[in-house]
């Protein structure tokens, strides 16, 4: 798995999901799926006449705590190495460390489950582009019947220098169109976020084409080390929590 990608992002997996999609300023904004998977899960079970132990255990598999780690970015080889793909970046080097290595597909979404100590993690790349982001978070906060206190959201941050690290637990999305429409469609700004340091546009550019313009050598060189820092950060959080990895990792 490339850190440049978030699981299959260029892959049939990636293009059946997203084969119809445009960018999100360029996608009708429609009702996001209503999860409504225990029925589903049930009759898919009997229907394969699976016996009352493994219907059982699936059901205890569901309920087995959770924790959702979801990298925002665009999908497709164009964005690939851009700034507002920083949240795919992360996202694939930890589930390069932790997952499982079987990419599926949900919501409009590519996702992976793996472990982090002892804590298990379901790794999220949304393909609705960055826009509309929250269309795909909030159904798999309802299928897992997570706490929001268990998501975190990564993602870039152009008020924050190249490569820096910020780490809150709640708050407005800071101009961040995809975090904002987690807020929205989870109903709560109190949701962890890590942001990444993208630096901040020159004043020549449009924000909009400076998220989508990839760095520059220098830069690059500071964002793939903060890419490392930033997954070790996100298995901190994961294994003992947001204050404790607001504590080692947010930089002054």
């Not at 009708?28 to 029925?39: S, V």
Request: charged share 30%; hydrophobic share 35%.
């Amino acid at each position: 798995m490339s850190v440049d990608h978030v699981f299959s992002s260029e892959s049939d997996v990636w293009k059946e999901e997203t084969r119809n999609s445009h960018p999100a300023d360029e996608v009708f904004a429609g009702e996001f799926l209503d999860a409504q998977p225990r029925k589903e899960d049930i009759d898919r079970i009997l229907s394969t006449k699976r016996g009352t132990t493994e219907l059982l255990e699936d059901v205890k598999e569901r309920k087995t705590r959770m924790k959702l780690i979801v990298g925002l970015g665009n999908p497709g080889s164009k964005y690939v190495g851009t700034r507002h793909n920083i949240g795919y970046e992360v996202l694939a080097e930890v589930a390069k460390r932790h997952g499982d290595g079987r990419t599926k597909t949900k919501f409009q979404g590519e996702f992976m489950e793996g472990k982090i100590g002892n804590e298990r993690v379901v790794f999220i790349s949304p393909v609705t582009y960055m826009n509309l982001s929250g269309q795909c978070v909030r159904p798999f906060v309802d299928f897992y019947k997570v706490e929001i206190s268990d998501v975190l959201i990564i993602c870039d941050d152009v008020n924050l220098p190249v490569g820096k690290l910020r780490i809150r637990t709640q708050g407005s999305a800071g101009g961040q169109k995809g975090l904002a429409d987690c807020i929205r469609a989870l109903s709560t700004d109190r949701v962890t976020r890590l942001r990444i340091g993208v630096g901040d546009k020159p004043a020549s550019w449009d924000l909009a084409d400076y998220v989508l313009s990839k760095f520059d050598k220098k830069d690059r060189e500071l964002i793939d080390v903060a890419v490392q820092t930033a997954a070790d950060a996100v298995e901190l959080w994961a294994k003992e929590g947001a204050d404790r990895a607001m504590t080692k990792y947010n930089q002054k």
